[in-house]
């Protein structure tokens, strides 16, 4: 029986490649820097890890992953969140004979820079939007003039200090609070949608896209409604190739009045997208680079978070008077947390946000923060010591 290793066990991802694993016959062990009940608790997994957290003892992570894949036998490592970036780094400490799914460090670095991503999806046949890098307001003023401008943080995440001026930059926009560059990008009005995708060694081997139904203000979707795009799938099936990519690999998009998209930004991991593949569809084989052809969804119901669609979706809901709509989207999507005979996943979430809590407390931040900052990475050098 093939053994695999699950990082980022916070992330109701993880969660979702466990099950899947699980069900094609495979041992999933799972590892994490802090409490990750929402996976670890999954009648899939056998074994929860506890590791150093990669930003700050990257040494002592690598060395507990070295320890997981001796005692486990580990076949294949997954990645789901940023933790990507350090497995990357140093993939040269872990043994060869084990699959990694990360592509080389310098590549990642160009896709996780909003700058520097544009430049690499120029010629894949799709919009990108005219950007540029700044340090300042006023180089960003002076680059948009009165034209529609987003900026963002050139490292970021989850749209945490995205601000959109679809009206252009005002006199009194507030100073670029956040170090380091900031990247200003004409906006493109429209639909958002995001795309998932699995790759090994410039071959699309899985591929999903959807529309971010409802959402925590611009921040993480808790609705994934299937949205499928044969222009999306043509671009990231010539990007992976142009890149010569290995890994998980998403996107994000707006779609215009004219049904074209324009790809914005890339994040090269894990995202929602995943949760739209069933428990038999090939996805496990498409991340052990043992498939193929391009897995897609097979059916076409949503996704959702029921916990979050049933307190901050209603909530939504009953602000925006769409009662109705969200009762109908909620009766056809499918949760990602709870699954039959196995519930407890959901009191594992529940003592997570117990454990989150604590930590943003302790540690002066908040709940976001809290639950990420251990595995972020913006750009910083990242040494062998």
Known sequence: MPSVLILGGRAPVALDHARRFESQGWKVCLAD???CRLSGWSRSVVATLSLASPRYAPMAFVEGICAAIRRYGIDLIVPTCEEVFYLSRYR?????????????????R???????????????????PASCRVASLAEARAWAGAEPV???????RFGVHVRLYPEGLPMRAPELGIAGAWVAQRYHAG???CSYGVADRGRLLAHAVYRPGYRIQRSSSFYFDPYPSGKIRSFVSAFVR????????????????DGEA???????RATSGLHLFSEHDGLPAALAGEIGQCVEPHNEQPAMIAALMLSAGLYQATANSTLQRWRHDYRRARDVVTAPGDRLPLAGALLDLCSY???AIRQGCNLREAATRDIEWDGECLSQT
Not at 150 to 156: D, G, H, Q, R, T
Not at 262 to 268: A, D, H, R, S
């Open 33 to 35: 820097s802090i409490p």
């Open 92 to 108: 040269d400490l872990l043994p060869a004979n084990v699959r990694v799914l990360a592509d080389d460090f310098g590549t990642l």
């Open 110 to 128: 160009t896709l996780h820079s909003k700058w520097h991503f544009v430049a690499a999806a120029q010629g894949c046949g799709v919009r990108v």
């Open 150 to 156: 987003v900026l963002k943080p050139e490292y970021s």
């Open 191 to 193: 639909i958002e949608l």
């Open 242 to 257: 142009k890149m010569n990519f290995t890994g998980q690999i998403s996107f994000d998009w707006i779609q215009g009045e």
């Open 262 to 268: 324009t790809v914005i930004e890339c994040n090269p």
């Open 357 to 359: 809590s604590r930590l």
